[in-house]
């Protein structure tokens, strides 16, 4: 080899490297509110990534159904599986779920996960499960289950699982009606419903419910058929949840706190998201209209609400995964009203699921095809 | 021919002529809000049918944007030549555009018109112009030329012109911007605005800006684009508006009196229809927010409130035909929020424009392709 052609080669490899080391492939370009995005491939191959976080080294945690917990490193797309994952019930809808953690995390500090456990040895009904543990080095260590909802049936359906932290020691997570419908308004038990617990599992005493017998203590919203979007709006105080509704009326909702969602009660024969004429009836009396109605139905797999730098015309908005309509569905709010749609993504056909946003405001998506992917500036 | 072949041509001939005076050929069937309905061509080979209205014998009245009127007998197809149709300017959007008729029309009452009609001999350009007439046989008689809108500029765009009246002796109709930007914020012509007039031509005393130096008395509300769409709710006194947005930010918006809706001031630069923050800056004091916008443009053709018995589902939605996307698009509305959207008819691909409900509740529609069809139960 000549001098000249080991320089090309040199060069040939160091290239190579760059890319490897860059590791995210140019899926496609796009627009939005008069911004330039693009959006790259970040691993692929993995089994439905239901839950996905970013810590506070730049990696991302995600959760898949089948019951492994994966650290990805976004800019080599290098996956490392961590350990310690306790035994998972995974059947139909059900598995492991949502990892979230609150604002201001680092390293050491608790992180959150959902996911569906057997009730016992003897009751393998599946319910939505509620515990946290720490990540040391590529292990999850001090696994604590905080709460085992009272949420078993005999379908594997409905789990509901996104948990929210408000910011101020409390979080949210969702349960769904678990296939039965009369759970909506039930609030002897936790499916249906919204839950709020302290991030120790303690129920707050200003929870809405607190001491009424009969009724679930860590309940905060209830009338809910399958909650599957959980957005904290620091700034404003605010809870917007995205749960798939009946006869394809997906429903954004901005939860008011002891709040009745509803389901069941008010799709009865006819189409749950009607107007509401005054003085229609009474049967709705007490019971809350949701923001958005989703005709057909887009099914949401995930919320988020957008705070991030990189695209400053998103700031506000939220932004929800759809898995049967296969898109990113942003929604532009206007206080309490959602005023616009748009719907991103739909030439990637792929059914989104979880969403996350870096410090930088990328955002990151998970498709049920096994893939993470990032949308960034130009 | 023996008897039984005489017997069976007199029923094939009994069937041509009972399908002959049924007239609407079936197009499709489709389901909304639970209900069953039907889509029938009831005419076609027309010429661009801008406006449409029932008349109270059950005939339709349509416009042609190249200046014919016609009457059309729904149940037969039949197409009726209206004479008296004065010389109307057809450039670019600008044509023979929108019929309307007060609550309560009988026949001799006026009917209401407007068009585009070329400034002077000596001045070509052309103005959105309301007028009205007298329907006697097949004529229009008594011609009157109520308002002369001072709103010419150098473009064929933008003319608005949707007549609603609000049952009390007042009308409303739209004019555009006319293709020049700065019109929207300027009073002192009526382009970009609402106007309000009494059903006689007047302007009424109370007016938001009557007596203001340097405004004309007739604007209703101002800073919108391209205004193709007028609904009034009589049981809430209530004025939507649908129009053609900038950017692709069409608008349904709720019309305030005296509102700004701001076109163009919060188009530079960024999206005119992101999400309102508080203390985001003062140049949007004063401005009314939409309650709707479409992401991308569909391209609104008009608006209509739905109050018929024939689909219950839909009483107090609004409709709007969709032109370039082509479809009919259902809003329904939770008092002044619109909560869900509804994309009808897609299957036909037509430039939907204008709508008309018939006492019993059936749907008529005009496409820029030159038919009628209406849409009925099962």
């Excluded at 797309?77 to 779920?97: E, M, S």
């Excluded at 749960?243 to 429903?251: I, M, S």
């Amino acid at each position: 080899m000549n001098k000249r052609n080991g320089w090309h080669l040199l060069l040939v490899c160091l290239l190579l490297l760059a890319n490897a080391a860059h590791g995210a492939e140019l899926l496609l370009r796009g627009e939005s509110a008069g911004m330039r995005y693009r959006v790259e491939q970040v691993a692929a191959g993995l089994g439905v990534p239901w839950g996905l976080v970013l810590l506070d080294d730049g990696s991302l945690l995600l959760t898949e159904r089948q019951g492994r917990v994966q650290r990805l490193d976004p800019e080599s797309g290098w996956l490392t599986p961590i350990a310690g994952v306790p035994k998972v019930r995974v059947r139909g809808q059900g598995g492991l779920l949502d990892v979230a953690v609150p604002p201001g995390y680092r390293a050491g500090d608790w992180l959150y996960f959902t996911y569906v456990k057997a009730l016992a040895e003897s009751d393998n009904r599946g319910v939505t499960t509620l515990a946290r543990a720490r990540l040391e080095g590529d292990r999850l260590r001090d696994w604590q289950v905080l709460l085992v909802t009272d949420s078993a049936t005999g379908t594997d359906r409905h789990f509901g699982s996104r948990i929210q932290f408000d910011g101020q020691g409390r979080l949210f997570f969702g349960v769904g009606d678990r296939g039965e419908r009369p759970n909506g308004q039930d609030r002897s038990n936790h499916a249906g419903s919204l839950l709020r617990l302290d991030i120790d599992g303690q129920v707050p005493a200003d929870n809405p419910f607190v001491g009424q017998s009969g009724i679930r203590p860590e309940i905060w919203s209830y009338g809910h058929r399958n909650p599957q979007g959980l957005a904290w709006d620091a700034q404003h105080g605010r809870l917007w949840e995205i749960e798939h509704g009946p006869r394809g009326g997906d429903e954004l909702n901005l939860i008011r706190r002891g709040g009745n969602y509803g389901w069941p009660v008010l799709s009865y024969g006819k189409e749950y998201w009607g107007p509401i004429a005054v003085g229609e009836g009474t049967e709705r009396e007490g019971m809350e209209a949701p923001t958005k109605v989703y005709i057909p139905s887009i099914a949401p797999g995930s919320l988020l609400l957008y705070t991030g730098a990189a695209f400053p015309g998103w700031q506000g908005n939220l932004f929800a995964g759809a898995l049967a309509l296969t898109h990113l569905n942003r929604i532009v709010l206007d206080g309490e009203t959602a005023v616009a749609e748009e719907r991103l993504l739909g030439e990637l056909n792929e059914r989104i699921r979880a969403l996350a946003q870096d410090p930088q405001g990328w955002l990151y998506l998970s498709t049920d095809s096994g893939r993470i992917l990032r949308i960034r500036p130009q």
